[in-house]
């Protein structure tokens, strides 16, 4: 019982904070409010025997991306968004990118629903190679990460080398004209 | 009482000593720091308050709490209140983590000479820390990680471009050597197979030929070095205390902070202090582990001299090196201390593979 009552806590945390972050004109807020969303997503994952998940969830998303968010947003200095000049038409309305962007969040609930309808079909699939206890030791993320999913894992590595490269080349053209 | 009531006593208890020994230990580095300062230029350092100044963090602390609390007209008033409650939240939380002694049941103990024996207090022993943790190394890791928010948003909140200075220095500071950090410590773990601070620790007890203690400290010299550094790093201390170099920004992030609220900020720096030191003791020096004293159930005195001296270490190295220059600061960090952990990470990975071959 009171395992349910920590998930409904968290996961109303997770929720409304996340609602919260599109809702507010500050920039500064929308990130801290990010922030307390992952905190309790990694709480859910706890919840869900998952330490190594729930810690690299903070240490990655919370304690590195959102830092680098923080450091763009003091950078750029951004503004306060002026509600004067807010564009308060449907976004189905508006013209070229912003209904691209609701097309996009269209798909995304389609995709969410099929995969919420797929996952009670399969339910035993992820936790089919071992009970709670192994499935969530680092060792065996690793030894899955290192033979499963190795083709992911090191397309993904390439992939984020390329965004670093591509930053770089931006940058130094920057500064040697 | 019965057993399960008195095994949870027992465990508050714990936790209430080991959070009044942290924040006794933010005072007492407050007094370390200023005598020891003394020390180095050649004088005394406090004197007056209590016999030889001993009683000088009181009197601060005293101080502080009878000042008035300003705050800038322009401040974002929320996150203006908010930035020291997260730097000193993180701080404490961080060393829920971390275990400080061995399981013991309290007992039982013979007293020398009459021979009396004081029977054990609990049937099954506990273990000494706040929460035993599987994971322990990445919650530690992860929640000190959060405290660079803190400091950031005392920077940007308080409307002042002396702050916000030192709230980007702070962020840039962070990211840049939590790399070096996380990569020695990753060579630790692989070394001793576990995550768990407490087994880490555990894997260090033996010695070699009957003498020499198994530290990590000797198989990972190198290691110790670039976690020593980037910790001073991550603590924001001298010779790396660009967000309140006050040659350059007044203060730095904190400017703009008065009374309690700029209280909390020196204090969660001497708590994270404290816990990179002891993550380093459990991780390079054995923890509690040492002759004699563990013999006896004192284990956790050892952990407190080990923790001791690497603090002592800390503020020495602060009154002795000066600070650097900021390229300076970003140049070691990405182009010598981060590459120097990769290489330490590649050979220890090696090693382990070649000797569990």
Redesign the interface.
């Known amino acids: 019982m009171p395992e349910t009552i920590l998930f409904y806590l968290f996961a109303a945390i997770a929720v409304v904070a996340s609602t919260l972050v599109i809702g507010q004109r500050n920039p ?1 807020y929308s990130i ?1 409010l990010l ?1 307390v969303s992952f905190g309790a997503l990694s709480a859910l994952y706890i919840q869900l025997d998952a ?2 998940v729930a ?2 969830q ?2 990655v998303y ?3 991306i959102m ?2 968010f ?2 763009v947003v ?2 750029l200095n951004a503004a306060q968004e002026d509600a004067a000049e807010w564009d308060r038409r449907h976004p189905l309305r508006r013209t070229g990118i912003s209904r691209f962007g609701a097309l996009l969040a269209g798909l995304l609930v389609v995709q969410l629903v099929w995969a919420l309808i797929r996952a009670t079909d399969s339910a035993t699939a992820v936790g089919a190679s071992g009970d709670a206890a192994t499935i969530s030791s ?1 060792r065996a993320v690793g030894r899955v990460l290192f033979t499963d999913y190795m083709f992911a894992f090191e397309a993904t590595s390439i992939l984020i080398l390329v965004g670093m490269v591509g930053a770089v080349v931006l940058a130094a053209r920057e500064t040697s004209q | 009482m019965d057993q399960p009531t008195l095994r949870f006593v027992v465990q508050l208890a714990i936790i209430g000593f080991t959070f009044f020994m942290l924040i006794n230990a933010s005072a007492a580095l407050v007094l370390a720091e200023r005598k020891i300062m003394g020390f180095m230029q050649q004088r005394y350092g406090p004197y007056l308050v209590g016999p030889h100044g001993i009683l000088q963090p009181f009197a601060d602390i005293l101080k502080l709490l009878f000042k008035e609390e300003l705050r800038p007209k322009d401040a974002d008033k929320w996150l203006f209140t908010l930035a020291p409650i997260i730097s000193v939240t993180a701080a404490f939380a961080a060393f829920a983590a971390v275990p400080w002694g061995a399981e013991t049941a309290f007992g039982p103990w013979t007293i020398p000479f009459i021979g009396w024996t004081i029977g054990p207090l609990l049937d099954t022993p506990v273990k000494l820390g706040v929460a035993d943790v599987n994971v322990a190394v990445l919650v530690v890791f992860a929640i000190t990680s959060m405290g660079v928010y803190g400091i950031v948003l005392a920077g940007w909140s308080s409307n002042s471009k002396y702050s916000l200075l030192g709230g980007l220095r702070s962020a840039a500071q962070m990211i840049s050597y939590e790399l070096a950090y996380a990569t020695a410590l990753a060579s630790v773990i692989m070394l001793a197979g576990s995550l768990s601070l407490r087994e880490v620790v555990d894997a260090q007890k033996d010695y070699w030929f009957g003498f020499i203690p198994r530290w990590y400290l000797f198989l990972q010299p190198v290691g110790f070095l670039i976690y020593i550094i980037a910790g001073v790093a991550e603590t924001n201390r001298a010779p790396f205390d660009f967000p309140e170099a006050e040659q350059e920004l007044v203060a730095g992030y904190n400017t703009e902070y008065s009374s309690v609220r700029f209280a909390l900020f020196p204090q969660a720096e001497y708590i994270n202090m404290t816990t990179m030191s002891a993550v380093a003791t459990d991780l390079y020096l054995g923890g509690w582990h040492g002759p004699l004293l563990e013999r006896w159930g004192l284990g956790w005195v050892w952990f407190l001299i080990k923790v001791g001296i690497i603090l002592f270490v800390y503020i020495w190295v602060r009154w002795t090196v000066p600070r650097y220059r900021y390229d300076q600061l970003m140049q070691f960090g990405w182009k010598w201390l981060f590459p120097a952990s990769v290489l330490n990470l590649i050979v220890t990975a090696a090693l382990v593979l070649y000797f569990n071959a």
Do not use: E, K, S
């Open positions: 500064m801290m922030i330490p190594f810690m690299a903070i240490i919370a304690g590195a830092v680098l923080l450091f003091m950078l680092v």
